[in-house]
Structure formats: C-alpha cells, structure tokens
C-alpha cells in the first residue's frame, strides 16, 4: 500500500461548482500535508499546507485534515477553468521527507 | 528573487551515455531535493541533502544513479549508463532546514533512446 492515496481522477466540475479532492494517508504519524498544483508540462507549486486537524482556508480553497479517520482533503470553491490540472498530496513520513500521491487531474469545463 | 533552476530543461541521450543533470536551489536555502517523475510511479523521490550532505539516498534506484552538492549552492545527479526505462522528468526542489516547504524547479525532461 501507498504511504499516500489518491484517486487519479479525472474528476469533472462546471465552471462555479465546488471542486473536492480526496487523499488518504497510512501513517498515523503523519503531522502535516501538502497540497500541490501541477499543470501540464509544469512543476508542482504548493498551494496549501495543513499541519493540525479541521479546516483551513486560503482565498477559494480550503484544506481538511482528519487524523482519525486519516484523510486530508482540498475544497476548491467556485471552480474556474483555470483551475484544470492535477493536484498532488503529499505527506511527511518523517522530517523533511514528502511522500507525494500520483495526483488527481481536476477539469474545470467552462 | 529567483528560485530554483535546473538544467538542462531537456535531454536527449542514447542508452549507455552518461547524463548529468543540474541544479541550483534558491539561495539561504539549505535544504534541496532530487525527484523523479513518471505516468506510472508519479513523483519520488530519490535524494535530499541538508547543508551539503546527504541524508536520505534510499530512493536512488539503483548505483548507476549518483548525486552530489559540492558546494550551497549547486547540485549534480548523474546516471552513468543510462537506460531507455530512465527516461522522465527530473525535478530538483529546495527548502530551509527544519521547513517542510519545497519549492520545486522546472525540471529537466530525459529522454533515453
């Protein structure tokens, strides 16, 4: 099993429509996680961290952390199609180290 | 400010050659990170240096893969020989020591005949 999961889509919203992408994680050790933005032919870009359990929100997105149940999550609000490409998660095995998930591709159609 | 570069951006080899790629982290910091790319085993990564060291080279898939840091601000993975499965896309990322935050170059695409 994969230290991190994601389902490699793609996942299809309308342009407006919340946008969800899921990610679950085996070790339990895990204290933080990452969500990266990566457009074809492009390099990741981190859009959002999350270190502690609940919500946090930047602008249209918002990252889920629920340790228990070990899954993080990444909302995109009012979806634009610029918004089209494939969001990786990534988490920490241990310090430093990221373990990324294959990424899932999000198409925002206009 | 500039960030992380890396070079060349594309690579074209035969099997057997030796390929080196390059890449110089965004300056202060002291963290920096070799990854490989592919459709089928996504984003992994091979090594990561702190100040200079290396501290983690359990993913270098095998020991025709070698990286170096000589100095802060410049490092190398070499393949000697490569093989047509290396084929992908190499990033290099950089970080502060103690940060978790990796800021990604913009990768050198090989491609091994």
């Known amino acids: 099993q994969k230290e991190v999961e994601q389902n490699s889509g793609p996942l299809s919203v309308p342009e407006g429509a919340i946008a969800s992408l899921n990610c679950t994680y085996s070790?339990?050790?895990?204290?933080?996680f990452f969500w990266y933005r990566q457009y074809s032919g492009k390099s990741p870009e981190l859009i959002m961290f999350?270190?502690?359990?609940g919500d946090k929100e930047d602008g249209r997105f918002t990252a889920q952390l629920n340790k228990a149940s070990q899954y993080v999550s990444l909302l995109i609000r009012d979806s634009q199609p610029s918004d089209s490409a494939t969001y990786l998660c990534?988490?920490?095995?241990?310090?430093?180290?990221?373990?990324f998930g294959t990424g899932t591709r999000l198409l925002v159609s206009p | 400010d500039a960030g992380v570069i890396q070079s060349p951006r594309h690579e074209v080899t035969e099997m057997g050659q030796e390929v080196t790629l390059r890449c110089k982290p965004i300056?202060?910091?002291?963290?920096l990170f070799w990854y490989r790319q592919t459709m089928m085993r996504g984003l992994e990564l091979l090594i990561y240096?702190?100040?200079?060291?290396?501290?983690?080279d359990s993913g270098m898939p095998e020991d025709r893969f070698s990286a170096k840091m000589p100095n802060a601000s410049f490092s190398t993975l070499k393949i000697q020989p490569s093989e047509p499965r290396d084929s992908a896309v190499y990033f290099c990322?950089?970080?502060?020591?103690?940060?978790?935050?990796?800021?990604f170059g913009a990768g050198t695409r090989l491609s091994v005949l």
């Open positions: 990322a950089s970080s502060l020591v103690g940060g978790n935050i990796q800021y």
């Open positions: 070790d339990r050790g895990s204290q933080s």
């Open positions: 999350i270190y502690s359990n």
């Open positions: 990534a988490g920490p095995p241990g310090f430093q180290k990221l373990v």
């Open positions: 300056s202060g910091h002291n963290s």
């Open positions: 240096f702190n100040n200079n060291v290396p501290i983690d």
